[in-house]
């Protein structure tokens, strides 16, 4: 906790800039793609030369009403866009086409994961708007160039109102509106690449009061940890300002992730410095009922929903299914591997740990790294049938991430099979039994803990493909006299 936040509190607004699944751009027909060779995916259009008309794209207004019925927002019948104007030399035309007075999806919210014993709390929206992107500064030690390959890229908006009053709960919004993002395929949010960035306006104010403090914007943050990180320290800075007697300027910082704290860049800008006024060149934007009624048809159910299911159906913690949500791959494989099972939560629990272990440990997508997840929820029936322990299932799956071949296929192959029959198992009980006489005498003499000692020393005979349940019913009759 920042030192002074017994005394203030944290108020913290998230301008989070996504971009939209499309394979061209907003305006003009050049592609999309990451990675191509600096200023090979440009035109005239988004060059910003004289003389050339924007020409919207269609999809691209689609994923922005997608967004907004996934974030609970007004789809506005009518909205215009608005040249955003100042200069920078990532901005060719001096402008940036946007919307401010009039976007196409008005207020919303953003369900956050519910905490033990307590409500979701839900994030208010102010609007999510449509944007072109600027292009990108590149410096280097002999001097600075401009990559124009982002110039012109669609990107929805989502603004929130400052209703967040920590590091963790910015982290856990983030969290929350990358799930919906990637789930309603409106973008792939790969921060990464990005494709996901977050500005972050933070200010500080006595407990108890209403008005707010001045705020300063963090700029271009691109991973949860340093959202979260920027947070935690200028809320620190500003709280040692105040406290000695000092003023906040409102500025824009920069995050210096090697240093770990925000820098000035400039004074902050108001809306009126930008010169809003309506695009000339674009007609206003008219989105037909019919059209929300389309993508609405189309939405899937999204984390929130789907979050709050697996606790009332499948009896799963909050916490589980928040790991399963988190990626709708995930959700999906879990959902897919559980017919004919009875014990969701152990698959859940499966899918916790031995599935997002794959992934982790060969770093590769989850259908590459893990076996189809028909096999794993034919291994874990096997389990519930008593034919294998969890430890031969342990080692089935890992040898299924590698060969590729079925969970049937695999455990013949291995031996893994489990040993049920009693008179096999008796036998066995019977042989360690005779081999540890003192153990036997000290346990009849009342050390019950030695009745481990007894069932690992049957487990290690039988290559550990006896069934526990059957020789923990033998030893205990046998080792009673």
Same mark, same amino acid.
């Given at each position: 906790?920042?030192?002074?936040?017994?005394?203030?509190?944290?108020?913290?607004?998230?301008?989070?800039?996504?971009?939209?699944?499309?394979?061209?751009?907003?305006?003009?027909?050049?592609?999309?793609?990451?990675?191509?060779?600096?200023?090979?995916?440009?035109?005239?259009?988004?060059?910003?030369?004289?003389?050339?008309?924007?020409?919207?794209?269609?999809?691209?207004?689609?994923?922005?009403?997608?967004?907004?019925?996934?974030?609970?927002?007004?789809?506005?019948?009518?909205?215009?866009?608005?040249?955003?104007?100042?200069?920078?030399?990532?901005?060719?035309?001096?402008?940036?086409?946007?919307?401010?007075?009039?976007?196409?999806?008005?207020?919303?919210?953003?369900?956050?994961?519910?905490?033990?014993?307590?409500?979701?709390?839900?994030?208010?929206?102010?609007?999510?708007?449509?944007?072109?992107?600027?292009?990108?500064?590149?410096?280097?030690?002999?001097?600075?160039?401009?990559?124009?390959?982002?110039?012109?890229?669609?990107?929805? %908006?989502?603004?929130?109102?400052?209703?967040?009053?920590?590091?963790?709960?910015?982290?856990?919004?983030?969290?929350?509106?990358?799930?919906?993002?990637?789930?309603?395929?409106?973008?792939?949010?790969?921060?990464?690449?990005?494709?996901?960035?977050?500005?972050?306006?933070?200010?500080?104010?006595?407990?108890?009061? %209403?008005?707010?403090?001045?705020?300063?914007?963090?700029?271009?943050?691109?991973?949860?940890?340093?959202?979260?990180?920027?947070?935690?320290?200028?809320?620190?800075?500003?709280?040692?300002?105040?406290?000695?007697?000092?003023?906040?300027?409102?500025?824009?910082?920069?995050?210096?992730?090697?240093?770990?704290?925000?820098?000035?860049?400039?004074?902050?800008?108001?809306?009126?410095?930008?010169?809003?006024?309506?695009e000339p060149d674009l007609p206003p934007l008219r989105i037909p009922p019919d059209?929300?009624?389309?993508?609405?048809?189309?939405?899937?159910?999204?984390?929130?929903?789907?979050?709050?299911?697996?606790?009332?159906?499948?009896?799963?913690?909050?916490?589980?299914?928040?790991?399963?949500?988190?990626?709708?791959?995930?959700?999906?494989?879990?959902?897919?591997?559980?017919?004919?099972?009875?014990?969701?939560?152990?698959?859940?629990?499966?899918?916790?740990?031995?599935?997002?272990?794959?992934?982790?440990?060969?770093?590769?997508?989850?259908?590459?790294?893990?076996?189809?997840?028909?096999?794993?929820?034919?291994?874990?029936?096997?389990?519930?049938?008593?034919?294998?322990?969890?430890?031969?299932?342990?080692?089935?799956?890992?040898?299924?991430?590698?060969?590729?071949?079925?969970?049937?296929?695999?455990?013949?192959?291995?031996?893994?099979?489990?040993?049920?029959?009693?008179?096999?198992?008796?036998?066995?009980?019977?042989?360690?039994?005779?081999?540890?006489?003192?153990?036997?005498?000290?346990?009849?003499?009342?050390?019950?803990?030695?009745?481990?000692?007894?069932?690992?020393?049957?487990?290690?005979?039988?290559?550990?493909?006896?069934?526990?349940?059957?020789?923990?019913?033998?030893l205990k009759k046998k080792l009673a006299g």
């Amino acid at each position: 906790m920042a030192i002074g936040l017994e005394k203030y509190e944290a108020v913290i607004g998230l301008e989070v800039h996504a971009q939209l699944l499309t394979r061209s751009k907003l305006f003009c027909g050049c592609s999309t793609a990451f990675g191509a060779p600096p200023n090979g995916n440009v035109c005239p259009v988004c060059m910003g030369m004289p003389g050339v008309l924007p020409v919207l794209n269609r999809q691209a207004v689609e994923l922005a009403v997608r967004a907004g019925i996934a974030a609970h927002s007004e789809i506005a019948p009518h909205s215009i866009f608005d040249r955003k104007s100042y200069f920078y030399p990532d901005l060719p035309k001096g402008y940036q086409i946007s919307q401010y007075e009039t976007p196409v999806c008005k207020g919303g919210y953003v369900e956050l994961p519910a905490k033990d014993g307590e409500e979701p709390k839900r994030i208010r929206l102010v609007r999510i708007h449509l944007e072109e992107d600027a292009g990108k500064n590149i410096h280097e030690a002999d001097g600075s160039l401009v990559d124009f390959n982002r110039s012109g890229v669609p990107l929805v %908006e989502i603004v929130s109102e400052p209703d967040i009053r920590s590091a963790d709960e910015a982290g856990a919004y983030l969290r929350a509106l990358h799930a919906i993002l990637r789930y309603a395929d409106i973008s792939d949010a790969r921060m990464e690449e990005g494709s996901m960035r977050c500005d972050v306006n933070v200010s500080v104010r006595p407990r108890g009061t %209403e008005k707010l403090g001045v705020k300063s914007e963090i700029k271009n943050l691109n991973s949860f940890r340093f959202v979260e990180k920027a947070i935690e320290f200028e809320v620190s800075r500003q709280i040692e300002i105040l406290e000695a007697g000092g003023k906040i300027a409102q500025e824009t910082h920069l995050w210096d992730p090697v240093r770990e704290e925000t820098r000035p860049m400039r004074s902050k800008e108001f809306a009126h410095d930008y010169r809003y006024f309506p695009e000339p060149d674009l007609p206003p934007l008219r989105i037909p009922p019919d059209l929300v009624e389309a993508v609405k048809s189309t939405m899937p159910e999204m984390p929130a929903e789907r979050r709050a299911r697996y606790v009332r159906d499948y009896t799963l913690s909050p916490y589980e299914a928040d790991v399963l949500v988190a990626e709708r791959e995930v959700a999906d494989y879990f959902e897919a591997a559980l017919p004919g099972l009875k014990n969701r939560k152990a698959a859940a629990n499966w899918v916790m740990t031995e599935v997002l272990r794959a992934i982790r440990e060969s770093a590769k997508p989850l259908a590459e790294a893990a076996p189809k997840p028909a096999e794993t929820g034919s291994l874990l029936r096997m389990v519930e049938a008593q034919k294998i322990s969890l430890n031969a299932a342990k080692t089935a799956f890992a040898a299924m991430c590698k060969s590729g071949k079925g969970a049937e296929a695999t455990v013949a192959e291995l031996g893994l099979a489990q040993v049920s029959d009693e008179a096999a198992i008796a036998e066995v009980c019977d042989k360690v039994i005779a081999a540890h006489p003192k153990e036997l005498a000290e346990y009849r003499g009342g050390r019950d803990k030695l009745f481990g000692f007894f069932v690992g020393q049957a487990m290690k005979a039988m290559g550990g493909k006896a069934n526990p349940k059957v020789i923990n019913e033998l030893l205990k009759k046998k080792l009673a006299g």
